[in-house]
């Protein structure tokens, strides 16, 4: 990226508050100025497991982590190799651990970073109430260069129930490491910021953006199965429902979760869940009911490692297959995909919309990366986009109402229950307009076409794709992604576009239907095209394939989660070609 | 709705039946469950506008399309969950779910206990005819572990049957009946007194299956109305419950009193704007 940055990661044994750490240390940032991401990795254990906040602060803003970190500051070595191939370190690197604790382990060694001493536990224990990962951000914010006012007012406000003592000790620890810095060897400094040049920015995880997202496009209903890593977008929801009028019911599985949105959706109330895929895998029948009964309603899948329980707490993405082709039978509906984590608020309120307005089930695809990491961004722009169903409030003079009606746009005006002379039945079962069962295949045809024609035949706009291109141009390399493995595909094409490079950006938001038209008038000139995405089996690949015409050289370039594709190997790809 | 302020528009039992005609077997139990629940409809005088009738999967389940209120017919086993989601959403309609034994015991089996104990203010009727009737006979959870009439288990399953009255007094229903669909008179008199009786109402139906246990044709000469009325006291249901013979019918066998869930929409004094302040730096 253009833009400075300087990336860091605070580790250590559950207890040491390195997550508390990260997130003082982002509102710091945040209050400096500065731009953030960061994303936790934690161990498998429920409650006091090793854990690590991987922080990447720059001077705009920033969509992906970098290939390798400048600082590790490890509170202790506790387990800490387990995240050894999430932290990647070169030679460059400063790894940073307490002399007290004994050598750093050799999974980090691998580059030979440059290494360094902070006795942060002795120095914490000369001052009362004084901890180690408050000496720890001290020394960190004189080595990146953060303010320490920036700091100093996000303790207090955090510390303020505990008492101005508690306040005190943790900037006397803070303020030691600070000192403490001044010996250590250089990383990269951000510079301050002008504090006129400011825009207005949000501190918001991918999760809790895509609540407020639903809650934009005008869902009121929510039904909750925990699950990670989606438990977030339903817990940031249940509190805030509540404060413009829905509700949010916990439901005794994903079975019924589905099932009830579904219900309060009939019942004419937008209704959204949010699952992973183990969840999304149990929903998929019902999704299908809402496919043939034509009941709106958005099911977000925050995604994570897979196949069955995978890994829970690891991003991946590889349930594009299931959110495509999972149902039975024919069933056209509509799946999206979140780019970034403030796009996970677009998205999810484009959803809504597309769901109420088509009367079909829309599936929002983000993931662990997306929806746990929380970035500092600027305030996302307000959209138009609110749920609008066409309701029916009276049958034709002398007419039986026809909640299945043949219309050009394959769309009928929903009837909603306690709207009188205009009962009926939804169902399932193949059906003829009037929604009486049928087993014709008149009526079949009629039905399915008529499905199909809703999602086919609607006005995506430009919100299909978001498309980038290099400062020269678009040249004739296009780089195609989706999701969270757009952020690493951003940072490749904007180095290559420092450089010189022409390439363009294609990031698919609208992942179904397909639109070979649009595609192809943006790919129109290219000679190559590299596809990016972070699975196993090379899904999104494939469904480019069966879907779209590729430039004659297309190369995929595919990996199965938790590590993600870095920027490095997307450019590395750009670089070959280039030259 | 309360009838009392429903518009007065004295509909007949009749008028609450659609023009579809059933897809049952001459003498199905249903017939006569799909006659009580109209004939209950109308004596509650409810608009058909203000009534769902929910349903899962099976022969019970079709009973939605055969009337002319909003009706929704679902996935196997899933009619309590969308019934739910739909009463809580829309708290002014009159929300009744059909179900049979092997929709609401065995596939259903878990939401049946949530919604026993969620509570919410719905009426559950499930007709039980111990068989799965669309599938062409197969032994369903209320099925006696001797019956051999199913080629899926020819020996008869060896499985005791499920107690549903005993289950979802356990699990917390607020209203339990058990009637014979050979008394639709009486049938109908009990859906309104559980259609009236706030929090989840559990309607059990003896309703036979001609065609694949006709030996249920018996029923109509077993069944006995029950000698005790209804009791308000778990404990007390408990005891009759366990050591009944599943044919005391044709009166409420339980009362409770505990609160429906019904959370509120409310719009508070908060707004969308409040909730983006709450991310600005």
Redesign the interface.
């Known amino acids: 990226m253009a833009a400075q940055s300087v990336s860091l990661v605070i580790a250590g044994s559950g207890g040491a508050g390195v997550v508390t750490a990260g997130s003082l240390l982002l509102?710091a940032a945040?209050?400096a100025g500065w731009y953030a991401l960061m994303t936790r990795s934690a161990g498998p254990q429920i409650r006091g497991g090793e854990a690590a906040a991987m922080i990447r602060f720059a001077t705009e803003p920033v969509a992906s982590h970098d290939d390798s970190f400048h600082l590790l500051v490890a509170i202790d070595w506790e387990n800490i190799s387990r995240f050894a191939a999430e932290i990647p370190l070169v030679a460059d690197s400063l790894l940073i651990g307490d002399p007290a604790l004994g050598d750093a382990p050799a999974a980090l060694l691998r580059n030979s970073p440059r290494q360094a001493g902070l006795a942060m536990s002795e120095i914490a224990s000369s001052i009362e109430g004084g901890r180690p990962n408050m000496v720890a951000l001290g020394a960190i914010a004189g080595m990146i260069g953060l303010p320490v006012a920036a700091m100093a007012s996000v303790v207090t406000r955090q510390l303020k129930r505990k008492g101005q003592a508690a306040i005190d000790a943790s900037m006397a620890a803070f303020n030691a490491g600070l000192a403490a810095a001044a010996g250590l060897p250089a990383v990269p400094r951000l510079p301050a910021v002008d504090s006129a040049a400011r825009e207005?920015?949000?501190?918001?995880t991918g999760n809790?953006a895509t609540g407020?997202g639903a809650?934009?496009g005008g869902v009121?209903?929510v039904?909750a199965y925990p699950i990670t890593p989606a438990t977030e977008v339903l817990e940031w929801l249940a509190p805030?429902l509540?404060?413009?009028?829905?509700?949010l019911?916990q439901?005794?599985?994903e079975?019924?979760?589905?099932?009830?949105?579904?219900?309060?959706?009939?019942?004419?109330?937008p209704?959204l869940t949010a699952t992973s895929g183990p969840g999304l895998s149990l929903m998929i029948?019902?999704i299908?009911?809402a496919v043939a009964?034509e009941v709106p309603v958005v099911v977000v899948d925050v995604m994570r490692v897979g196949p069955s329980t995978g890994i829970a707490t690891k991003s991946e993405q590889s349930d594009l297959n299931i959110a495509v082709y999972g149902m039975h039978g024919d069933a056209p509906h509509v799946v999206v995909a979140a780019n970034s984590v403030a796009d996970c608020l677009f998205t999810t309120q484009w959803a809504v919309h597309l769901a109420e307005s088509m009367q079909t089930p829309a599936l929002v695809l983000t993931d662990q990366l997306l929806g746990q990491s929380r970035a500092?961004l600027p305030?996302p722009a307000e959209l138009a986009f609110i749920g609008q169903r066409q309701t029916a409030v009276a049958a034709g003079e002398g007419q039986r109402y026809k909640r299945y009606a043949l219309t050009g746009s394959g769309v009928s005006p929903m009837?909603i229950?306690?709207?009188?002379?205009?009962?009926?039945?939804?169902?399932?079962?193949e059906h003829n307009e009037l929604?009486?069962?049928s087993s014709q295949a008149s009526d079949h045809q009629a039905q399915m076409d008529k499905r199909l024609r809703k999602v086919a035949g609607f006005d995506y706009g430009d919100h299909w794709a978001d498309i980038m291109d290099a400062e020269a141009g678009g040249g004739d390399i296009a780089i195609i992604t989706w999701g969270s493995s757009t952020g690493p595909a951003r940072e490749a094409l904007e180095r290559f576009s420092a450089a010189g490079g022409k390439a363009r950006l294609i990031s698919l938001r609208l992942i179904a239907p397909a639109q070979p038209d649009k595609l192809a008038a943006a790919l129109a000139g290219f000679e190559r095209a590299l596809v990016v995405e972070q699975s196993h089996g090379g899904q999104f690949h494939r469904m480019l394939r069966a879907f779209y015409d590729l430039p004659r050289q297309t190369l995929a370039l595919y990996q199965p989660g938790p590590l993600p594709i870095g920027p490095a190997r997307i450019l590395d790809q750009l670089n070959a070609w280039r030259t | 709705m309360d009838a009392a302020v429903a518009e007065p528009r004295k509909l007949a039992a009749k008028d609450y039946k659609s023009d579809?005609k059933p897809i049952w077997c001459p003498g199905c139990g249903d017939y006569s469950v799909l006659n009580a629940l109209t004939r209950a409809l109308a004596e509650l005088a409810l608009?058909?506008?203000?009534v769902?009738v929910?349903s899962g999967i099976g022969c019970s389940s079709r009973i939605?399309?055969y009337?002319?209120?909003?009706?929704?017919?679902?996935?196997h086993?899933?009619a309590?969950?969308?019934?739910?989601?739909?009463?809580?959403?829309?708290p002014?309609?009159t929300v009744i779910v059909t179900s049979g034994d092997g929709d609401g015991f065995s596939i259903g089996g878990?939401?049946f206990?949530?919604a026993c104990r969620r509570n919410v203010d719905i009426t559950y009727i499930v007709m039980d005819n111990q068989v799965y009737g669309m599938t062409k006979g197969q032994a369903s959870p209320t099925t006696a572990p001797d019956w051999e009439g199913s080629k899926l288990t020819p020996e008869g399953t060896g499985i005791n049957p499920f107690q549903p009255l005993v289950v979802g007094l356990a699990s917390g229903a607020n209203f339990i009946a058990r009637v014979s669909a050979s008394d639709p008179i009486n049938m109908a008199k009990i859906i309104v007194e559980a259609v009236r009786h706030p929090g989840f109402s559990l309607v059990q139906i003896l309703s036979p299956c001609v065609t694949f246990r006709p030996e249920q044709q018996e029923w109509r000469d077993i069944v006995r109305t029950a000698v005790v009325d209804y009791t308000d006291d778990a404990a007390r249901a408990a005891r009759r419950l366990m050591t009944d013979d599943g044919f005391n019918v044709g009166k409420v066998l339980y009362k409770g009193s505990r609160p429906p869930f019904r959370?509120?929409?409310?719009?508070?004094?908060?707004?969308?704007a409040?909730?983006?302040a709450s991310?600005?730096?």
């Not at chain 1, 079975?255 to 109330?269: D, E, F, K, P, R």
């Not at chain 2, 409310?266 to 969308?272: C, K, L, R």
């Open positions: 509102e945040a209050n207005e920015r949000w501190s918001i809790e407020l809650i934009r009121r209903f039904a805030s509540a404060k413009v009028g829905g509700v019911v439901a005794e599985d079975l019924a979760s589905i099932n009830q949105i579904i219900g309060a959706s009939y019942g004419g109330v209704a029948e019902s299908g009911l009964a500092i305030r009837a229950p306690g709207t009188p002379g205009l009962t009926y039945t939804a169902d399932g079962l929604g009486t069962p | 579809i608009p058909p506008e203000m769902a929910v939605p399309a009337t002319s209120v909003y009706g929704f017919h679902g996935v086993g899933r309590l969950p969308v019934a739910t989601g739909l009463k809580l959403a829309r002014e309609l878990n939401h206990l949530h959370p509120e929409f409310e719009v508070t004094d908060g707004s969308i409040e909730l983006e991310f600005a730096i």
